[in-house]
């Protein structure tokens, strides 16, 4: 029995010898000369024989390597360089983020940016937004029925706009806060118009978009002669927001006395006061 036992280890010995290799610490498969830790030597580099193939459980294949260098991933015959379409699992790529540059990069390079849902390709010098249909952040409020009190030489926050439009459900009307969905430049703006009355000499109203980011911006509309009129302002421009960081419209005049918007009723139509945010 141990005679017939060592017979078959021979056999099976000078089964493996042309094929499989041990040189040192390395492994080679198909060479004599591993040139790393496993090597696999296929027979030609035009080829379309498998050169490595990998299946699972179910006799699936799940990885394949040709002659030619052409990887499938659940593909049995890639037909490019890099194949995934098969009828495995989850036929998708999925792309990382990185904060290298272009230069370091190089040209033909994609990455996904988290923060603004974008994909970026590189030319080898600078980084591109690719195009898409992606649904940008907007949003369009009035306030047509919501007067307010707005107390003289004091910032108070504008209430009242009633959204007709919010892209993402960001805009809290409340408080008149906008919360950022995405990384970007966001242009803001905000008309304001208090209802007809006396205006003093020398006095202004002073209208702000303030984020908790730190970032803000102002406008003033100054008044230098007295008079009767409907004071107001249109306060925009643009503002940095990251995702997450909110934003939101203040306002401070010494005009004389509580202000109050200018809104719809007997004597006025609607229009007068308007909200909107929007990425670029």
Known sequence: ?????????????????????????????????????????????TSTENTLKITNSSSTEV??????????????APSVRLDLRGTSENPVIGIGTTNNLASAVGGG??????????????????????????????VIAPND??????????????????PVYDS???????????TAPIDG?????????????????????????????????????????????QAGLTCSGTIQLYRGDTVWPEVWHNLGGTRAMRVFGVESDRGFNRLSIFAQ
């Open 109 to 138: 390079a994609i990455r996904y940016m988290d923060g603004t849902k974008e994909l970026h390709y590189s030319d080898g010098e600078q980084w591109f937004r690719l195009q898409s249909n992606a649904l940008r952040p907007c």
């Open 168 to 178: 993402h459900g960001a805009f809290n009307q409340t408080n008149s806060v906008y």
């Open 185 to 229: 430049m966001y242009v803001v703006a905000f008309t304001l118009s208090f209802a007809r009355t006396a205006i003093s000499t020398n006095t202004y109203i002073e209208g702000r978009w303030v984020s908790d980011n730190g970032n803000s911006l102002k406008c003033i509309q100054a008044y230098s002669e007295t008079g009767t009129g």
């Open 145 to 162: 029925y919501n007067a307010g009190s707005y107390p003289n030489i004091t910032t108070t926050r504008l209430t009242g706009y009633e």
């Open 1 to 45: 029995m141990k005679d017939i036992t060592n017979r078959y280890f021979v056999l099976w010995v000078c089964i493996l010898i042309p094929t499989f290799y041990l040189n040192a610490q390395n492994v080679g498969i198909n060479t004599s000369t591993p040139g790393a830790t496993l090597e696999i030597k296929g027979f030609s580099n």
């Open 63 to 76: 990885l394949t390597i040709l002659d030619n260098g052409r990887l499938g991933l659940g593909k049995t």
